[in-house]
């Protein structure tokens, strides 16, 4: 998975090379969009999970973005369900914003609430939350199909230490670091 995820980087970092036509735009602009993604977790046997998202992001000048975003987030694994809503603030550079195809590098912090469900001896936990802040780092390229949509992918690395029971995995593991991978659509207004 993660020599997939290697490759599509690397595809993401070299795209303007196949369809770059320069183009004019705003310099500033807002945007709102929803994304659909895939997420695995460092160490845990989920075989990944799906993702859904909607992001809110501030075009303010031509190579850099501010964008906010909600993702829901729900993984099965071991006998546990967790399900979590993460709070990302972001701040995306433009590499070449004066395309069709602009790729970008993301980076930013965020605000994770996990709920977890889980078995022992019989019964079942459903009350445990964990609050925790982490940071996200990665890349993306931003497809412009017109002047005012957009079709985006996106792949980042998450760092999060949550507080998580060890009866609930069964092994003390604090660190829910992970991949997660997106495709989405932006509209301006």
Same mark, same amino acid.
């Given at each position: 998975?993660?020599?997939?995820?290697?490759?599509?980087?690397?595809?993401?970092?070299?795209?303007?090379?196949?369809?770059?036509?320069?183009?004019?735009?705003?310099?500033?602009? $807002? #945007?709102?969009?929803?994304?659909? @993604? *895939?997420?695995?977790? !460092?160490?845990?046997?989920?075989?990944?999970?799906?993702? %859904? /998202?909607?992001?809110?992001?501030?075009?303010?000048?031509?190579?850099?973005?501010?964008?906010?975003?909600?993702?829901?987030?729900?993984?099965?694994?071991?006998?546990?369900?967790?399900?979590?809503?993460?709070?990302?603030?972001?701040?995306?550079?433009?590499?070449?914003?004066?395309?069709?195809?602009?790729?970008?590098?993301?980076?930013?912090?965020?605000?994770?609430?996990? $709920? #977890?469900?889980?078995?022992?001896? @019989? *019964?079942?936990?459903? !009350?445990?939350?964990?609050?925790?802040?982490?940071?996200? %780092? /990665?890349?993306?390229?931003?497809?412009?199909?017109?002047?005012?949509?957009?079709?985006?992918?996106?792949?980042?690395?998450?760092?999060?230490?949550?507080?998580?029971?060890?009866?609930?995995?069964?092994?003390?593991?604090?660190?829910?670091?992970?991949?997660?991978?997106?495709?989405?659509?932006?509209?301006?207004?």
């Amino acid at each position: 998975m993660k020599k997939l995820l290697f490759v599509i980087l690397v595809g993401i970092l070299f795209s303007p090379f196949l369809y770059s036509a320069d183009i004019e735009r705003e310099q500033a602009y $807002g #945007y709102f969009g929803v994304r659909v @993604g *895939y997420m695995e977790i !460092d160490g845990i046997e989920d075989e990944g999970s799906a993702n %859904l /998202g909607f992001t809110l992001g501030f075009r303010v000048s031509n190579p850099v973005a501010i964008e906010f975003s909600l993702d829901y987030h729900s993984s099965d694994f071991s006998a546990v369900d967790r399900t979590t809503y993460a709070f990302q603030a972001s701040l995306l550079l433009y590499l070449n914003s004066n395309s069709n195809v602009q790729p970008y590098l993301v980076g930013g912090g965020g605000y994770y609430i996990s $709920g #977890y469900d889980y078995w022992v001896n @019989g *019964y079942k936990y459903t !009350d445990f939350t964990s609050h925790k802040f982490g940071g996200h %780092l /990665g890349a993306g390229v931003d497809i412009m199909l017109g002047d005012y949509s957009t079709i985006t992918f996106d792949v980042r690395y998450i760092a999060v230490d949550e507080d998580v029971p060890e009866e609930a995995l069964g092994y003390d593991s604090k660190t829910f670091d992970g991949v997660l991978a997106t495709v989405g659509a932006k509209f301006r207004f």
